[in-house]
């Protein structure tokens, strides 16, 4: 059985994802489990579901494996004494920045494969770390079935999406692209808008739709405070805005209160002002 395993798309620090995301691979290896004190191969020691090629005898997959490969498979944990086939290098298992294939008919794949299901770092499906069920997760092993249903969810979203694109008005696109993409297209081309508002509703679908759920008043208070701060007319640093050398907020929150507030009103057209 083939079994592929992809990893999973996060914005870095850099804001880079998928071929731009220049992550690092990462490697994993057999650990003990710190309950059982045994190592955590994933291999099934108690069941003997299969069949021994040589006698026929009903043997443990671990004792089937044991035999195939001859080499020693315990899970038996003896402190100060490396074990001699899961810590040695065949069991250091790289996981690319890319998507990796294991074919579990060759035994040592069936191996890994069995290592990397007993790994926080991989997911059994992106569901599942979706449903936040491994959120070390860098890695998830591709379902089939699930892959199909995400795609058509994700179809779905993206088509209400380009229904409601074409509802907006050329100044709530700008507003979108600034928030959500962090690029101010003020002044700039119909072409050059629309450019950009594919690459978020091919990128951000679920976001956009979030975004447009917002009252009209708090989208644009948010666009004018984010190009604000482009801008620095209002300053940030380290979590603080300012506005000359007045602190008037300590986090993102708490600064759009601010602008919210009736008496703070006048302040506001004044960066308003500012911003055209």
């Known amino acids: 059985m083939k079994i592929e395993i992809r990893p999973i798309e996060k914005e870095k620090w850099h804001g880079k994802k998928e071929a731009d995301n220049f992550m690092r691979d990462k490697t994993i290896s057999v650990l003990v489990d710190r309950e059982t004190k045994l190592y955590a191969t994933g291999l099934n020691y108690t069941d003997t ?151 978020l509703m091919e990128s951000k679908p679920r976001e956009i739709l979030e975004f447009l759920k917002k009252p009209k008043k708090e989208i ?13 007319v209002l300053k940030y640093h380290k979590t603080k805005y300012f506005y000359g050398d007045a602190e008037i907020a300590s986090n993102y929150e708490e600064l759009t209160r601010f602008f919210e507030d009736e008496s703070n009103q006048e302040l506001k057209v004044v960066i308003m002002n500012k911003v055209q």
């Open 49 to 199: 579901d299969y069949e021994d090629q040589e006698t026929g005898e009903k043997v443990t997959e671990a004792s089937y494996y044991a035999k195939l490969l001859k080499q020693n498979l315990s899970n038996v944990y003896i402190p100060g004494t490396p074990h001699e086939f899961w810590e040695a290098g065949t069991m250091r298992i790289k996981l690319p920045n890319s998507t990796m294939f294991l074919e579990t008919n060759n035994p040592f794949d069936h191996l890994k494969y069995k290592v990397i299901k007993c790994s926080k770092f991989v997911a059994n499906s992106l569901r599942e770390y979706q449903d936040n069920l491994y959120p070390d997760a860098t890695h998830y092993i591709v379902d089939g079935e699930e892959e199909m249903e995400l795609k058509a969810k994700k179809a779905e979203v993206k088509f209400e999406v380009y229904q409601k694109y074409n509802e907006l008005t050329k100044t709530e696109k700008i507003q979108l692209i600034l928030i959500l993409g962090e690029k101010n297209l003020k002044d700039k081309s119909d072409s050059m808008i629309t450019l950009e508002m594919e690459k």
């Open 220 to 232: 644009v208070l948010e666009a004018l405070l984010k190009e604000a701060i482009q801008k620095n």
